[in-house]
């Protein structure tokens, strides 16, 4: 629903020839922001998700994306964002110390796609 609305309104700018506004055709990453602590975000999800598309790594776009996302986070006054992150992906837990994360805990998790894992949990404080 989202998705074709937005694509129709990117065309029509095409259409109508308007130049002085493209809007993006670049779909290159995305930033989730979870306001709340509840029980589904502190075991499972965490405050903050983000990617950046495959073809686009190794950019340094995370760092637009991160910098951008944690301003956001900042707008809604929150004190602190967790992150939890697969123990095997060690690119995400690097990015995350980089920026501060002070490891909380690891403890064990389920999802679908990574199955039975080890869960670091990061707070970054705002
Ligand atoms: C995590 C993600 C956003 C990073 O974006 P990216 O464009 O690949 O990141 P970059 O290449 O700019 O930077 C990677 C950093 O990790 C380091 N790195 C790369 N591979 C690594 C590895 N296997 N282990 C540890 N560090 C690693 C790089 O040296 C670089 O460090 P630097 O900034 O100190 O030089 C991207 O890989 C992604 O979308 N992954 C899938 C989704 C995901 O895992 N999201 C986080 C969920 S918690």
Avoid at 99 to 124: C, F, P, Q, S, T
């Amino acid at each position: 629903m989202f998705l074709s609305g937005y694509k129709e309104y990117c065309q029509e700018f095409y259409d109508h020839n308007i130049i002085y506004f493209r809007p993006t055709n670049r779909f290159i990453g995305e930033f989730q922001l979870r306001t709340e602590l509840t029980e589904k975000v502190m075991t499972g999800i965490g405050s903050i998700g983000y990617s950046v598309r495959v073809t686009e790594q190794g950019k340094g776009l995370r760092t637009e994306i991160l910098r951008q996302g944690l301003d956001i986070a900042r707008e809604h006054h929150l004190e602190k964002a967790l992150l939890t992150i697969n123990d095997q992906n060690t690119k995400s837990a690097h990015i995350c110390e980089k920026l501060g994360g002070v490891l909380m805990d690891k403890i064990a998790a389920y999802k679908n796609d990574e199955g039975e894992h080890v869960m670091r949990r990061y707070w970054i404080y705002l």
